[in-house]
């Protein structure tokens, strides 16, 4: 019998998306940000309820414009989770600000607040905090109290949203609402995708106008007026990856039940001592990736492989990566984020899985012994 290799993940185009790009090339469509890109950011702030939307070619570019807009600069001091992609850090250096790592809580993979209290305590002079919404999980505290905690001592939240496209806070609020500004990715693996892509989601106008003005050069018109009122960027998207951002967006809502179902049944089928699936709550949260960990990573890796399921091993902490070597954090110790970065694994998460994809996955891992491979 000729067994299927289970990639970690591809996208889902489907025939709709494929006829949208087509009818739009037959249509003399500009192909470079129009009324495409205007469109799919309206859509994306009525999914969101937020007020406004910019569409970015990818979701670095978004948080980085998100701090250039906020002033973030040289001398200012910006915390970061130390578990994360590191996109969120290097958006900050990209600036001239410094980065202070933060570790994580269990099991929520969301920054700590004790560790925050504690930063924001000793060092009066953060800046901005950047939360990570990892796999689209809420922390275990309330958000209002960091948002409590960042307006009391005069910092700016920003949401790292890129994981969390349709996963929300209990209070109701879509993740990346509940600070100055979130940032959502659209890059392949994400909940929709539209190749490369990102968005700033904002109820700030002012941030709003700063951002639209620098991804345009400085211009404040678009239509070819070289007016430039300040220093600017090239950062506009394409209607062409528009159209398949809207398309995806029309059935999101299958998308986000497929992705829950998986997880829902990945973890009531997976039973191994030896491992364990990290839980989501699927009543607010679209797991992004499945997740396991396991004290057995590398060997469970080759068991994966043998049964052709290609995992990914989760983010290494930060402060330890060699980018980070001159970085007086680069020897601390960050215990939750240390254990995530050797114990914590990726499964095949898209959303093509089939219910027995997700039994094959299921009992692969509960064949898992790591005392005899
Ligand atoms: C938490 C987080 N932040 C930022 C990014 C960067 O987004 P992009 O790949 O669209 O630049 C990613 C991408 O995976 C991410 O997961």
Redesign the pocket.
Known sequence: MNIDVLLQYEPEINKKDIKAINDYLHSGGFITEFRKTDLFEKRISEFIKCDETIILP???LT?FSILKALGIKKNSKVIVPNY??A??AFSVVETGAEIIFCDIEWPSLCLSIDALEEITDTNKNIDAIMF?NANGRYPSYKIDQLVKLCTLKNIYLIE?S??ALGSYYPDGRHMGTAGIAGSI???MPKIITTG???AVISNNQHLIEEIRRYKNFGRKNSGGLDIHETIGLNMKFTDLQAILGISQLERIKQTIQTKKNNFKKLKQLTKNKYLQVLENDIDFTTPWFYEVVTKYRSKLIDWLEKHLIKSRIMYPELNKQKAFKNHAQYKNSFPISQRISSEGLWLPSHPKLTKKDIERIAKVLNEFDPRII
């Open positions: 990818n979701g670095t948080l994360t992609m996109a969120t990570m790292d890129a994981q990715s659209f890059s490369q892509g990102g």
